[in-house]
């Protein structure tokens, strides 16, 4: 018999996040089941190509308070939890969010095993209602899936008792992220139209202070054969348009715009460079930086500060400085452009660690292990045997 896991998540109304839902569903023999929201900010949901989504089932769900973390919950999702009937729920939502209390309770009156998942790498103790949740969530899930060891520790110090592997949400996406001939990456730069002779990095995200754009372009001042492309929008960017004026560096930077999730691999390939510099905050530091692996699958080099997750994740396969400072990050690069042969051993050890790490199908089979730790051996005795033998 087939197990039927349904996950609940915002970011899936990116399509080419949900090959991760595919590869478990492959992987594991499982049908997946999947409710997001039909937009979640500027984000619409996004129809896959003809076939590319065939073998999911998926339902856009109305949301109250769209773009608001922690705050927002799903319209009528219980009808629609029902049609799906799962074995499992993966709520991929924060264990204090009201969104993953609301599921959690859902699942709890319909006797069906839920996860919850944490990227909260920072201990902070919530006022209520979001104290209640967390206790709420706490007692009634027997696995937290954790984006990073520092949130695992975190769940740890706040008492849950169960289950916390440690798990990347989303892995790379290999037939679409993959290192290009070498006339292809020439082709992918001639297209972004830089003066000849420049090397190219690469920014994708949010344009908000926090990451730290800014040091990239005080950089670039030392750095005269960088240009640097620049793929997100947000309120951040008339500041870094200024800025780019002053420092006299207009020509090699090139604001892109928010882009389909489905193009990034296409710019990527075209990177030689593709820079996280983010800043920590008290409130925030980065938490795992998913663009880096899918830039050291696409052949382009990582490069990031010390904030938060991105040296563990970056390791030995990139450039780590210290966060908000320029001069470091333009020392290192300087002397990693002044070397083909550093920069094709660091992409080549970029390539392997994506490979052994973070691929959807490395993800999906962690995911399968912790779909497996969900079901409670009492309660769901049936489910659990389905499941041994999906994975088996």
């Known amino acids: ?36 929201p039909p937009a979640w900010g500027n984000q619409t949901f996004e129809f896959p190509n003809k076939d590319d989504d065939k073998d999911l089932w998926i339902r856009t769900c109305p949301i109250r308070f769209n773009n608001k973390n922690h705050f927002h919950y799903y319209v ?112 992918r730069q001639q297209e972004l139209n830089f003066p000849k002779g420049l090397q190219i990095m690469g920014f994708v995200g949010r344009l908000v202070k926090e990451k730290g754009i800014q040091d990239v372009l005080n950089a670039m001042t030392k750095l005269n054969n960088l240009g640097l492309v620049i793929l997100g929008s947000g309120p951040f960017q008339p500041e870094l348009i200024q800025l780019t004026s002053q420092l006299g560096i207009k020509d090699r930077v090139d604001f892109r715009g928010s882009i389909p999730s489905n193009q990034v691999a296409h710019y990527m390939q075209g990177f030689d460079y593709l820079c996280l510099p983010s800043h920590t905050r008290s409130n925030w530091k980065e938490q795992f930086g998913r663009v880096l692996p899918e830039a050291m699958a696409a052949g382009a080099i990582p490069v990031g500060s010390n904030s938060g997750e991105i040296p563990s994740v970056i390791a030995d ?52 292990k912790a779909f497996q730790l969900s079901m409670h051996p009492k309660q769901q005795q049936n489910s659990h045997a389905k499941l041994n033998q999906c994975i088996e």
């Open 76 to 187: 009528g999702i219980k009808k629609l939890i029902k049609e799906f009937s799962p074995d499992v729920i993966n709520c991929e939502e924060e264990h204090y969010s009201l969104v993953t209390f609301q599921v959690v309770k859902i699942a709890k009156s319909m006797g069906i095993p839920c996860l919850f998942y944490t990227w909260q790498n920072i201990l902070k103790r919530y006022p209520p209602p979001f104290s209640w949740i967390e206790s709420y969530v706490f007692k009634h899930c027997m696995v937290g899936i954790a984006g990073n060891q520092e949130a695992k520790d975190i769940l740890v110090n706040k008492g849950f008792k169960y289950e916390i592997p440690v798990i990347p949400q989303m892995g790379v996406r290999l037939n679409q992220f993959q290192p290009p001939a070498n006339h292809d990456r020439l082709q």
């Open 317 to 368: 396969a990139g450039v780590v400085f210290k966060e908000g400072d320029a001069d470091d990050l333009s020392a290192q690069l300087q002397d990693l452009m002044g070397s083909t042969e550093k920069m094709k051993e660091l992409q080549r050890k970029a390539l392997k660690r994506c490979l052994e790490n973070y691929t959807n199908t490395q993800i999906a089979s962690h995911f399968i």
């Open 1 to 36: 018999m087939t197990v039927r896991i349904l996950t609940i998540s915002k970011p899936y109304v990116a399509a080419a996040y949900r090959d991760k839902l595919k590869q478990i569903a492959a992987l594991g023999q499982m049908k997946m089941g999947l409710i997001c």
